[in-house]
C-alpha cells in the first residue's frame, strides 16, 4: 500500500456541483466570475442543488420558502439565552446549534429525497439567524425577525443589524456569499459527504461540516488574517511582521492552497470588493497592507492568496465583528454542503479508505501487574 498525506491529488468521488480546472472555478459549469457579477445568492443555491439556474417563478418559489423557514423557534432561541456566549466561539456555538435544530426537527431522520430537500431549505434559511441571533444575544439585544421581500443576503444583515441594510452592504454580503458558496471536495465538504455515507442526517453531516470548517487551516483562517492585519496595525510594518513569522516558521494566515498554485480566482473579486470598501470607510491601510502581505508571500513563496484573505478586510469594513468571519462562511458553504450530501444519497456507497499500519508488530501481551 502507498499513502499520500492528506491525500493531496486523489480523486475521491464524482460529482456535478462544481469543479477547479486549471485554477478556473465553476458551479454546475457556470463560471465563478460571471456568478459573482451577476447572480444572487439563492440562485447559486438552486443552481448548486440542481446544476441548472432557476426560472423565474423556481427563484420566487425558493427565495419565499428560504424567508419564511428564516424565523427561529423559542426553543433555539431559549438554548442561545441558557449560556455565556461570550466564552465560546461563535462557530461552537453554531455547531451545537445546527445539531440542535435536528432535534427539534420531526423529518430529522427521514430519508426520502424529498424529505431531505424539504430539510435543505430549513437549515440553509436558519442558519444565517442562528448567526445573526448570537451575535444579537451577545450584546445583549434581543434577535431580530426576518422580513418578507427582502433577500437572503439583505435579511441575514437585517437580522444581525436590527435595520434594513444599505444597498452597497447586500451587495458585498451577496458576492461574499456566492464566492464562498461551494468549493468541490474540500475538507469540510468531504466530511459532509463521509458522515452521510453511512446514511447519518443531513443534520448531522452539517454538524460535521461546520467541525471542519472551523479549523484555521480552512473557514478559521479569515478571522485570524483580520487579527494579523491588526496585530500589523500600520502598512510600514507589514512586511517585517511578515519577514519574522516566516523565519519562525509561522504560516501566513489566508496564503496557499491545497488546489490553486497561481491564484485563487475568487481572490480577484474580494481583492476589488476590500479596495471599494476600505477607500469609502476611510481605512484603506487595511487593503493597502494586505496588498503588501499577498506580493511578498507571491514573491519569495510563490503561493497565491486564497478565498478567505481579502474577505477579511471585506467584511471588518461591513462593520462585522471578526469572530462571526467564519460563521458567514459556513452561512455561505451550508449551500455547497447540502448539495454534495443530497448528491451522495443518491448514489451513496459507504466512504471508507484503508490506513498503512506503521506501528509496532508482534507484541507480546502482558499483565498488568508484570509491565
Ligand atoms: C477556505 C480555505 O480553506 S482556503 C485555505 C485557508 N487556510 C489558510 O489560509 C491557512 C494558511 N495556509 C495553509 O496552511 C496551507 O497553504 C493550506 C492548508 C491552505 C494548504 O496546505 P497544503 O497544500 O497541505 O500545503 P502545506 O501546508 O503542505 O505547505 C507546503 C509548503 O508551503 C508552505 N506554506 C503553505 N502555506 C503557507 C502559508 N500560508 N504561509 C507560509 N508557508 C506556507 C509550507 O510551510 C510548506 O513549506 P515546506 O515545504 O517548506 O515545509
Ligand atoms: O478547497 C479547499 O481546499 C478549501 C476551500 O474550501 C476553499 O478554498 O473554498
Known sequence: MSTTKGLEGIVATESSISSIIDDQLTYAGYKIDDLAENSSFEEVIFLLWNTKLPSKEELNSLSEDLVSNMELSDEIIQHLKSYDLSKVHPMAALRTAVSLLGLFDEEADVMEEAANKRKAVRLQAKISSVVAAFARIRDGKEPVAPKKGLSYAANFLF??????PKDLEVE?????????????????????RVCVATLSDVYSGITAAISALKGPLHGGANERVMKMLT????????????????????????????VYRNGDPRAKHLKKMSRELTELTGQSKWYEMSVK????????????????FYSASVYHSLGIKHDLFTPIFAVSRV????????????????????AEYVGPKNQEYKSVENR
Open 159 to 164: 437580522m444581525l443589524n436590527g435595520e434594513e
Open 172 to 192: 458585498a454580503i451577496n458576492k461574499a456569499l456566492v464566492l464562498h458558496a461551494d468549493h468541490e471536495l474540500n475538507a469540510s465538504t468531504f466530511t459532509s
Open 231 to 258: 496585530e500589523i496595525g500600520e502598512v510600514d510594518n507589514a512586511i517585517p511582521y511578515i519577514k519574522e513569522k516566516l523565519e519562525n516558521k509561522e504560516k501566513i494566515m489566508g496564503m496557499g492552497h491545497r
Open 293 to 308: 502581505i499577498e506580493d511578498y508571500i507571491k514573491e519569495n513563496k510563490g503561493l497565491p492568496a486564497n478565498v478567505d
Open 335 to 354: 449551500s455547497g454542503w447540502l448539495a454534495h450530501i443530497l448528491e451522495q444519497y443518491e448514489n451513496n456507497r459507504l466512504i471508507r479508505p484503508r
